[in-house]
């Protein structure tokens, strides 16, 4: 959470060191912007009394939109403890959330040859770095893309005169040219498919001409 939404949040190493769900605006590209919420951790072989007990600490976890499970991807016993929450999420009702499997700590990984048996095992999961940075990136975009949609080629026809509009456009869309007919604009932009959807309330200030893909579409899948 320190490292996506740079908020100062308690770090340590030790069982439970926060017990309370913490939520905080994450940005991410294209001008969007997500709710994150950091539940307390997963313990293995957690009694079905305990699970009850943290059902309300963990109510973020079966309301969430998508589900980053993240896992110490240098922990020796890293495959039990995937194995784990996945348990507890299952006891919990939730073990069909949209989740994207975070292999995080990747910095502490020396042999080389980790990753690959890694990757083999869970072919679809993120390596990440929170302390570095490393991998990051792709993560944000991995979420936006689940956000918003696929990127999207558009070329719109936009009103100038309506502010909201522009300003629409501005914050949503990663504009690559404009050209200009009085107060209309020719826009060359990329946008994710769910914000090109929301053009619609802007009728009939603006025209989509054309849309399609940016890139290639996703594989599809939420997990391992």
Known sequence: MHRTTGQDVYIADQLFATLDTKTRRWDL??????????TVGFVRDLPHHL???????????????????????????VDRQIEAVDAVLGELGCGDRHRLLVLNKMDRVNDPTIPLVLSQKYPRALFVSAATGQGVDGLVEAVA??????PMRVTLRADCANGRLMQYIGRHADVRSQKYDQSVAQIEAVMPAARVDQLRRFEPDVQVLRCDCASGPPDGSDGP
Do not use: K, N, Y
């Open 29 to 38: 590209t294209d001008g969007q912007a997500v709710l994150l919420s950091d």
């Open 51 to 77: 699970v009850a007990s943290f059902r309300a600490t963990l109510e973020e976890a079966i309301h969430a939109d998508l589900l980053l499970h993240v896992a110490d991807g240098s922990h020796a016993q």
């Open 145 to 150: 893309l689940r956000c918003g949609g696929a």
